[in-house]
């Protein structure tokens, strides 16, 4: 009954406004405001907004609401490449897909759930369990692997991420697979120390050959610090791609937004549950609807 | 662009430094740096409406400072305000009278439960308590394991009867966990739950099913420090579903402000408690309103200069 109400009330206001206030500004601001969007990037939004209506005489909130829909769409650049490349190399080399990004994101489920998809696009899959660390990260993502029908090379608990990952490819190498997922411990990206780690997680495997994915995975429900996240494992591991997980709570993941706008990397995947099937592609209207909220 | 809120201010308050009394314009300009600052620190827009409109009203009946410019009596404002909300003195466990006194662990997917479960664990053992984990997250791949590792690793009991991912039924487990706990003698339960939505209105049921059957002496939000304006909406959907007397807020290791711990305690008129700020079992602390506030605004230095005034 509340949503009704408060639904009924937001159309009752925007019908009786015809022209743009101040009003519609500050609504304009706060839905991007509170949907993690950011101040600099909301404020650079309105500022060309506020342009785009001067020159183009838009008068009503509804139009106005068009223009924004239009300039975030833009922003997160609907033409970009939003494609995995999860199939073997000319070379005979499997598909090399590096999952990273801080604690407890999703990257393991995110893993199980790729797996599942190209599993059932008929490809056979290689799962690299180089969490060594967290208490039962190799357990979880062996769950996964007999729940979607994926081999699993895992290392004794405590051991080098790296040489994990490493015989993870080397298997795939040998099965002649087509794709091989590693899942990395989580790290926060201030830790120099894991971060180093995680460089070497892919120097090390880059001794089999080039990584086709590295795919950082970010949750939706992260304020501004997904930004800095996002920028040094960029630059420590030069990421392909964005997975955003728990889209399917109430969090908008608005920081995509100055994500893609400083660092150019596409979001990819989103997540949408902790099933196996609860993965889907980025699709750049959809996630910009719900994040205007209409 | 400037990195810093006391960076921000001092550019405002260049050409008003001299001034010994706050204006209306004083409070105004330094009022915007305030707000784009909590902001970036994530605070919830509607948390930092209110916030922003007490400051105001205090700031211009406040009684003209000798010793401070302008901006620092605005700033002192703001952060007795901060501190005010994030609680002042922080609260201590409440254990029951008969044991065992049992704390329960509630939050989003991922947002560091189990981890403090055993974290609780070790401290509570560090204090000669005798503590058991439960393992009622029956439903994420391993989550049963990783609370037996956990355990095994803080050197405390668990009780884990059902094998988890999707076997089991949690509630049940909850429910004789107490039990379990008289018998063999321990005097406080830690209930580890699985991570839910706020909008997930099954899991909630069962999360309140879960209280009802341990009734908790402390239900435990857990947070992560890095969430962003979502949090008032999570904090609110747990305190309806499932309720909550204290918060903890976790991944303070990181480089987040952490402006959820004022969206939360504002919102909720709960306290943070704990703070978790690493994954090993010892990353562990009490919480301080007063290192969180200047993190908050990121303005530690400015803060313990203008105490000293
Ligand atoms: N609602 C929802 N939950 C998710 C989603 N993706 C993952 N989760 C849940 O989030 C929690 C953490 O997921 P994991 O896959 O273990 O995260 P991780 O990044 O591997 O965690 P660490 O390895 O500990 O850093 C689990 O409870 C998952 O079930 C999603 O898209 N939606
Ligand atoms: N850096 C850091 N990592 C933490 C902290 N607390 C938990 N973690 C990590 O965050 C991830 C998720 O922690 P869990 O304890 O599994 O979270 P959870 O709430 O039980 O997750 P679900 O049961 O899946 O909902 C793990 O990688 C933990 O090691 C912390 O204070 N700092
Ligand atoms: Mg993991
Ligand atoms: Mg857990």
């Given at each position: 009954a509340r949503s009704q109400s408060s639904l009924g009330q937001g159309l009752l206001s925007l019908l009786s406004r015809e022209h743009l206030d101040e009003d519609t500004w500050e609504e304009i601001e706060d839905t991007l405001l509170t949907a993690d969007v950011g101040v600099a990037p909301t404020q650079e939004l309105v500022e060309r907004l506020r342009t785009r209506v001067k020159v183009l005489g838009t008068r009503t909130p509804t139009e106005l609401r068009e223009l924004l829909r239009d300039e975030l769409v833009q922003l997160i650049g609907?033409?970009?490449?939003?494609?995995?490349?999860?199939t073997r190399s000319a070379e005979g080399r499997p598909a090399v897909v590096l999952v990273v990004g801080v604690n407890g994101t999703g990257k393991t489920t995110t893993t199980g759930k790729l797996a599942r998809v190209l599993v059932a696009d008929g490809r056979q899959v290689v799962l690299g369990?180089?969490?060594?660390?967290?208490?039962a990260a190799a357990d979880q993502l062996q769950t996964w692997g007999e729940r979607v029908g994926a081999q699993i090379v895992r290392g004794p608990e405590g051991g080098d991420p790296a040489s994990v990952a490493f015989d993870a490819v080397k298997e795939g190498i040998a099965l002649e697979a087509d794709t091989v997922l590693v899942d990395t411990a989580g790290r926060l990206h201030t830790k120099t120390g894991l971060m180093d780690e995680l460089g070497k997680v892919k120097r090390v495997v880059e001794k089999?050959?080039?990584?086709s994915e590295v795919l950082l995975v970010l949750d939706a429900?992260?304020?501004?610090n997904g930004l800095v996240q996002a920028r040094v494992f960029a630059e420590v591991v030069d990421i392909t791609g964005i997975v955003l997980t728990k889209?399917?709570?109430?969090?908008?993941?608005?920081?995509v937004v100055a994500v893609q706008r400083e660092?150019?990397?596409?979001?990819?995947l989103v997540g949408l549950g902790e099933?196996?099937?609860d993965l889907a592609p980025f699709e750049p209207e959809a996630f910009v609807d719900a994040l205007v909220g209409e | 662009m400037f990195d810093t809120l006391s960076d921000r201010l001092a550019a405002t308050f260049k050409n008003l430094r001299s001034r010994g009394r706050l204006s209306e314009a004083d409070i105004d300009a330094t009022a915007r740096e305030i707000r784009i600052a909590l902001l970036e620190a994530d605070v919830a827009l509607p948390v930092v409406r209110a916030f922003i409109k007490q400051v105001k009203t205090r700031a211009l009946g406040a009684e003209v400072s000798q010793a401070l410019n302008p901006a620092q009596q605005v700033i002192k404002i703001v952060n007795e305000e901060l501190v005010g909300i994030l609680g002042g003195e922080t609260r201590r466990l409440r254990y029951a009278k008969q044991p065992p006194t049992v704390i329960m662990l509630a939050g989003l997917q991922g947002a560091g439960k189990t981890t403090l479960a055993g974290k609780l664990g070790r401290w509570l053992r560090n204090q000669g308590h005798a503590p058991l984990l439960v393992a009622c997250?029956?439903?994420?791949?391993?989550a049963v394991n990783q609370l037996s590792v956990v355990a095994e690793r803080a050197g405390v009991a668990v009780y884990a009867p059902q094998p988890g991912n999707g076997v089991g039924d949690p509630v049940q487990v909850a429910k004789d966990s107490i039990e379990y706990a008289r018998t063999k003698q321990f005097d406080v339960v830690v209930v580890d739950t699985a991570g839910r939505l706020g909008i997930d209105a099954e899991l909630m049921q069962q999360a309140a099913d879960i209280r009802d059957a341990v009734s908790p002496d402390e239900i435990l939000f857990v947070v992560d420090a890095?969430?962003?304006?979502d949090a008032v909406t999570t904090a609110q959907a747990f305190l309806d579903g499932v309720g909550f007397d204290g918060v903890v807020l976790t991944k303070?290791?990181?480089?987040?402000?952490?402006g959820a711990a004022l969206s939360v305690a504002q919102v909720t008129?709960?306290?943070?408690m704990f703070a978790s700020n690493g994954?090993?079992?010892?990353d562990f602390d009490a919480f301080h309103p007063d290192r969180m506030a200047s993190r908050i605004l990121g303005m530690g230095d400015v803060l313990s200069l203008i105490e000293k005034a």
């Open positions: 609907p033409d970009m490449d939003r494609s995995l490349s999860t369990a180089a969490d060594t660390f967290r208490a089999h050959g080039p990584v429900t992260t304020g501004q889209l399917d709570g109430t969090a908008k993941g608005g920081i660092l150019g990397v596409p979001v990819k099933g196996a099937d | 997250d029956l439903q994420r791949p391993n890095m969430i962003g304006q303070l290791d990181g480089d987040a402000r952490g008129g709960r306290q943070v994954e090993k079992l010892d």
